[in-house]
């Protein structure tokens, strides 16, 4: 079996919490993806369109800088759980960096995010048309309620 991580994007703590349960269930390594400048709550007020991430998601292609995560801790993965908050329904920029900076290429990758009620589909098919070079497959969305079985079911997939 080959080695697995589990890439995450947190600013809550939601993601966080799914994406240690997600490697506790499957023994893979956990990697925070860290914005270089931190997001402050008022950075992250979507009603706001002045805010950070408004202006992130809506300015055309910006790419907040991130913390380097090591080149070979993709390198070495055959499997790769990508975990983000949805922002506007989609995945915010941050892993928009990580996927321009690191070598993505014929991985296996995982999506799963958090949301309280938006579904994951919207998120997938713009990863999908922005980076085809990855093989993405089914990805999951997770509330706080998520349990290990919850885990193991979308896990059993790979």
Not at 99 to 128: H, M, N, Y
Request: glycine share 6%; charged share 15%; aromatic share 10%.
């Amino acid at each position: 079996m080959g080695h697995s991580v589990v890439l995450y994007f947190s600013n809550t703590g939601h993601t966080e919490a799914v994406a240690k349960n997600i490697a506790a269930v499957t023994g893979a390594q956990l990697v925070a993806i860290t914005p270089q400048q931190a997001y402050t709550a008022a950075d992250l007020d979507w009603n706001d369109h002045t805010s950070r991430s408004y202006h992130e998601m809506h300015a055309g292609r910006v790419r907040p800088t991130i913390q380097p995560i090591e080149a070979g801790i993709v390198a070495r993965a055959t499997t790769i759980y990508l975990g983000f908050p949805l922002w506007w329904a989609t995945a915010p920029r941050p892993i928009d960096t990580l996927l321009d900076s690191l070598d993505f290429t014929d991985k296996v990758v995982w999506p799963f995010c958090t949301s309280g009620s938006s579904p994951i589909d919207e998120a997938t098919s713009q990863l999908r048309r922005d980076y085809p070079a990855v093989a993405w497959h089914t990805g999951q969305r997770f509330t706080s309620q998520m349990t290990g079985d919850d885990v193991r079911d979308w896990s059993q997939l790979i």
